[in-house]
Every structure is written in structure tokens, then in C-alpha cells.
């Protein structure tokens, strides 16, 4: 038996050597992964702010509340008191009591306010954690489209969020530590921390004040006018910036309006109708072809190719200068401008004018999931005709708007940009911007201006006027494709153009989609005065001093075709 006990001891001693003093190292690896603990630090998630630094979306902490179903003490009175307090349904609440398990949610990023109060009810098993949430200052609809949002886990979904997710998000950190086991931290164990970067702050283009503008005046006329929905766009004419890209949809069943969950300035295509027909004749004067006072006898009716076309208005026809077909947006003057043009010079004009293209600034995407439009290669049969007046391509209201900025900008296309930069470390650090493309001549955006001045005194955008100053621009009411033709009854009406005219400062888009009445005369025009009006107060633009455009309120532009 002594011998027995002898060895034992032995036995162990030598394993205690073995393991504490000849093969150390070795249990000492297997040892610490079962000691350490790692745990990941979440980074703060940068903020979206406006032109002048103002916040637009910013993450903050926010209370988590949830229970230890295993710890309530009396079920009923807890799921009582938690809905009284939070609002959530009592039933449940009660239902997640009596599945049983260890945790369950009630409510995710609450206000401060509630979880103050559950805290105050002091209920066993309820616990009030923090979480980051992302909070939208000027209220959940503004700019919603073009910001996007994030899940309630802080994954980014759509918009500028996902856009720049990478430079928002930051860089995770990592700490990790010895435990004993009962979980407690070792004080004379292994430390290591490797800190969170924080997410750089996204610093738009976009002026806050006129952001909000354009989408106030834009629901109270998409309701006004019984529209699906429409589209307001302003953009700093010099620089090509976007200071507001509003969207708007109304439901269908009530007729309010709010704003859009996406983009619909980028992402959406119609084909634009009359707005086209400066480009028609912007290709001519370009070419030398046409000069604005070359007159012309323009036919009630015009066969091209297979197809015979009506010109549906009086003050569209007979003997006609360049520029009087673009003030009475005729579409027959157009279709024989555009015969002179031919295809493949309109075709390489629209191309740079960035019509089938992204308008970032290196030819990508400028936001998630942006459509590029489309321009056909090749033109068969009527398509230089009814390209030539603006059906047969699908453009997005922000090339559109680019499109006429290029004309109020002396012929250079600008690219049209959302972001100025960052602030990194509390300094904003701008982002540099392309430079511009000639696309025509001073002087032939000059003769362009001119026509398109013209068609707000003279022509089918009366109602687009704005007291002080000059205004040029365009309307354009284009039938909608359906299948096997267009539409009889819905339409897109838009106005675009630019003021002052003889040195724009703003140039800006309206859309509204199958409006009532729905001729962009009498709809659009309005609205491009309205938003101009507030914008050019709310960006302290100096009136030029010109004479108010009389407005015969008589006649609300109707002699015009889409």
C-alpha cells in the first residue's frame, strides 16, 4: 500500500513538472484562448450634414428595452405596467413572458423619455440597455429618398447611407481580456485594446432651407393637381451643385403627398417631351445650319419616314423663325431642324449633353441603383423625328436639369454633384470637382437663352415669370408610353430653365406626374415660379432689376405639344 501511495505521488509530482516547468509553453497556449475574452467595439457612425454644416442624419445613443422572461416575478402586472408606459401592446408583451427563454425585446430605440420611466418602475427581469440609433433631425420624411436610411441594426439599406456606408461607418474596434472562471476580469491578466475609428462626417452639396422649400411647394401642388407624384430639382448654376432634390408620391386612395422612399430624380426616366427641343435646335445653330431669325414655312401636317405628323396647334404652323419655334414649342419647325441635323450629329450632341450616360462626375453612378437613361445607337424610321420633340428616349429628371444648366452655364456641362465633402477630425476637408465639358459655344448657348427667354415672355411659359427677374426656360408636355402607343389621358408636365437668365444663379427642374389640368403651361410653369421665388429670397439672390414679365391671366401657355 505504501508503495502504491509512493508512486501515486510520484506520478503526480512528475506531472506537475512536466506541465508547469518542461512543457510551459506548450499548456500555457491551450490555456489563454480559454481565458481570453474579445469584444468588438462598434464605431460611431459619422453624420450627414448639409452645405452650411447643418446635421441631416446623425447616430445617437437611444434606450433598449427587454426582459429575462425567467426572472418576472408576476408576468400579468409586468406586461401591465411595461404598456402602459411604452405603448406596446399588453398581450404582447405577455406572450414573450410565457415563451419562456432568457431574452426578449419590447422595444428597440425608444425615447429617453421611456426608458427613464421603465427604470422608474423598477420590474424584475426588465432591463433599459443603450444602443445606437440613427436620428433625423428635421423629421423622418425630409430628404428621405436621397439620404436613405439604415436598419435598426445600423445596416445601411439605400440612398447616400449605402453610398458611402464605407467612409459613414468608421472601423470596428476589438478589446480583449482574461477571465477567471466565474467571468470575472483578471486584474494581472492579459489586456489588449485596439480603439474604434470613428466614421468621417458626409458633408452634401444640398441647402438644407432649400431643400425643405422645394418639398413643401412640391407636395401643395402634387395635391392641388390630383398628381401621381412629381420631382423638384435646384441646382447653383455656375457650379452644378445640387441644392435640393426633391421627390415626391401621393397615395392613391387619399391624394396626400409626402415625400418619395427613393430618389426618383435619379432613378426614374420618362421621356421629356418639348423640354428636348432645344437640344434639336442647339445641334443646328452648332453645326452653322440654322441662325435663330432663319425663317421657315412650317406645315399643319409633315410626313417623315412612314408616319405622318399633325401639328395640333394653330400658333405652331405657318411662317415661322427658329426661335418662334421654340417659343411656341412647334413640333413640326422641330422635326425639319432635326432632318438638317441628321442622326448622328443629334445622336453625338444629346450623348454629350450626358443623355444615356451617369452623371458622376467620372462617368459612375452618382447614387445607388441610378438609371443612365437611354438614347438609342442607331435611329430607324421616326426616331430622328420624334427624338427631334422628345418622345423615344428615356432621360431622368437630374440629366434634364444638367442638360439646361449646360446652356445657362455658356454651353459647359457640369456635372451635377451631391457631396461638398467630409469633416474628418473637425476640419472639413472639400473633395475637388471635374472639370467641365464644352458641349456647344457661348454663342449658341447664348442664342439659346435668348429663344428660351422668349418662350416665358412671349410663349408657353407665361406663368413661369418671376418679378425682378428674367427667367428662360421651357415647358414640355409629354404623353405617357403604354403599351402599343401613348396615353390619352396621362402625361408628364415639366418646366426647366434658369434665373436670371442673362446671369443664372439657379437652375431648376419641376415635374409632375399625370397632373390635373396637365399642360406644364398651366401646372408646371407655376410651380418653377413659386420655388424660384422662395429659393432665389432664401439664397439672397439680388433681383436684376428688369421689368416684371406682364402675365395676361387669360392665357396660361396652351399652345405647346409634348
Known amino acids: 500500500m505504501l508503495v502504491v501511495l509512493v508512486l501515486a505521488v510520484v506520478v503526480v509530482g512528475w506531472r506537475l513538472v512536466h506541465i508547469q516547468v518542461l512543457d510551459r509553453e506548450t499548456y500555457t497556449q491551450w490555456g489563454t484562448p480559454q481565458r481570453l475574452t474579445e ?5 460611431n457612425r459619422g453624420a450627414i450634414l448639409d452645405r452650411g454644416l447643418q446635421t441631416l442624419a446623425v447616430s445617437d445613443e437611444r434606450p433598449t428595452i427587454w426582459l429575462d422572461p425567467k426572472l418576472v416575478v408576476d408576468p400579468a402586472a ?13 398581450r404582447s408583451i405577455l406572450d414573450k413572458i410565457e415563451r419562456g427563454g432568457r431574452f426578449a425585446y419590447i422595444v428597440r430605440q425608444t425615447d429617453p423619455e421611456i426608458g427613464e420611466a421603465v427604470l422608474a418602475l423598477g420590474l424584475a427581469g426588465v ?44 472601423q470596428t474596434g476589438w478589446e480583449s481580456y482574461e477571465r477567471g472562471r466565474d467571468g470575472t476580469l483578471l486584474p494581472t491578466g492579459e489586456h489588449s485594446l485596439q480603439a474604434a475609428t470613428q466614421g468621417k462626417d458626409l458633408v452634401l452639396t444640398v441647402h438644407r432651407e432649400t431643400q425643405f422649400l422645394a418639398e413643401q411647394i412640391l407636395v401643395e401642388q402634387v395635391e392641388n393637381t ?49 423640354v428636348n427641343k432645344i437640344f434639336t435646335v442647339s445641334a443646328a445653330l452648332e453645326a452653322g445650319l440654322v441662325r435663330p431669325d432663319m425663317e421657315f414655312y412650317v406645315p399643319e401636317q409633315y410626313e417623315y419616314a412612314d408616319k405622318v405628323f399633325l401639328e395640333p396647334f394653330s400658333k405652331g404652323r405657318g411662317e415661322l423663325t427658329v426661335e418662334q419655334v421654340v417659343a411656341r414649342s412647334s413640333n413640326i419647325g422641330t422635326i425639319m431642324i432635326a ?22 462626375m467620372d ?18 424610321g421616326t426616331e430622328l423625328a420624334t427624338i427631334a420633340f422628345g418622345q423615344g428616349v428615356a432621360l431622368t429628371p437630374m440629366q434634364v436639369a444638367a442638360a439646361y444648366n449646360t446652356v445657362a452655364n455658356g454651353g ?29 459655344s457661348d454663342e449658341t448657348a447664348g442664342q439659346i437663352t435668348e429663344m428660351l427667354t422668349l418662350v416665358v415672355s412671349e410663349g408657353t411659359g407665361r406663368l413661369a415669370s418671376v418679378e425682378g427677374f428674367t427667367v428662360a426656360g421651357k415647358t414640355g408636355t ?3 408610353p403604354v403599351l402599343g402607343g401613348y396615353s390619352e389621358t396621362d402625361y408628364m408636365s415639366t418646366f426647366v430653365g434658369f434665373v436670371p437668365a442673362q446671369d443664372p444663379e439657379l437652375t431648376i427642374l419641376v415635374l409632375l406626374d399625370t397632373a390635373t389640368p396637365h399642360l406644364a403651361g398651366e401646372v408646371a410653369a407655376p410651380l418653377f415660379a413659386e420655388l424660384a421665388d422662395y429659393a432665389l429670397q432664401t439664397l439672397r439672390v439680388a433681383p436684376t432689376q428688369a421689368e416684371p414679365v406682364p402675365v395676361d391671366s387669360t392665357s396660361t401657355g396652351t399652345d405647346e405639344e409634348g
Open 78 to 90: 409586468t406586461a401591465n405596467a411595461l404598456a402602459t408606459v411604452t405603448g406596446i401592446d399588453e
Open 339 to 360: 432632318e438638317m441635323v441628321g442622326p448622328e450629329r443629334m445622336r453625338d450632341h444629346l450623348w454629350d449633353l450626358g443623355f444615356g450616360r451617369f452623371t458622376g
Open 363 to 380: 462617368g459612375s453612378a452618382t447614387v445607388p441603383d441610378e438609371s443612365a437613361g437611354l438614347i438609342p445607337d442607331t435611329f430607324f
Open 226 to 274: 390630383a398628381a401621381k407624384g412629381g420631382v423638384a430639382i435646384v441646382l447653383r448654376s455656375g457650379t452644378g451643385e445640387v441644392l435640393a432634390s426633391a421627390a415626391v408620391s401621393a397615395d392613391p386612395e387619399s391624394g396626400r403627398a409626402r415625400p418619395a422612399a427613393y430618389n426618383m430624380a435619379y432613378l426614374d426616366t420618362y421621356e421629356p417631351g418639348s
Open 478 to 480: 409629354a404623353q405617357k
Open 127 to 170: 432591463v433599459v440597455d443603450s444602443e445606437a440609433a440613427r436620428l433625423l433631425p428635421n423629421g423622418d420624411y425630409f430628404a428621405r429618398g436621397m439620404l436613405g436610411r439604415l436598419d435598426v441594426d445600423h445596416v445601411a439599406l439605400t440612398g447616400l447611407e449605402l453610398q458611402y456606408d464605407d467612409l459613414l461607418r468608421g
Open 39 to 43: 469584444v468588438e467595439l462598434d464605431a
Open 412 to 440: 459647359v456641362y457640369l456635372a451635377p454633384t451631391l457631396v461638398r465633402g467630409v469633416v474628418d477630425e473637425g476640419e472639413l476637408q472639400t473633395w475637388p470637382v471635374a472639370p467641365g465639358r464644352r458641349v456647344m
